[in-house]
Nanobody
Framework: QVQLVESGGGLVQPGGSLRLSCAAS????????MGWYRQAPGKQRELVAT???????NYADSVKGRFTISRDNAKNTVYLQMNSLKPEDTAVYFC??????????????WGQGTQVIVSS
């Protein structure tokens, strides 16, 4: 089993920055791809960014150039650096771990989420 715990959310003004953290209960980055998702009120959960064990990254078009996903292997932690935040970035952000080579999401692990509110 893997436990994922997100932190770093909060209230920030438009144009500000936050860094979210996702701490895993054990070393998993060699066998799992990591991702950040978000869900705004009344909307479906959407993929924000992914980071594979080979360090390939992908971003949603809405956050390209503003968000950066990274990891610290020694700390078993994945980060999402969010800059130039906009009100439409307001959502609960979730950390996800997906096993390499597996089709489907039945073996994925999820954190409980951390709230980000961008408002003046």
């Amino acid at each position: 089993q893997v436990q994922l715990v997100e932190s770093g959310g909060g209230l920030v003004q438009p144009g500000g920055s936050l860094r979210l953290s996702c701490a895993a209960s054990r070393s998993i980055f060699s066998t799992y791809a990591m991702g950040w998702y978000r869900q705004a009120p009344g909307k479906q959960r959407e993929l924000v960014a992914t980071l594979t064990s080979g360090s390939s990254t992908n971003y949603a078009d809405s956050v390209k150039g503003r968000f950066t996903i990274s990891r610290d292997n020694a700390k078993n932690t994945v980060y999402l650096q969010m800059n130039s935040l906009k009100p439409e970035d307001t959502a609960v952000y979730f950390c996800n771990a997906h096993p390499r080579g597996v089709i489907g999401d039945e073996w994925d692990y999820w954190g409980q989420g951390t709230q980000v509110i961008v408002s003046s």
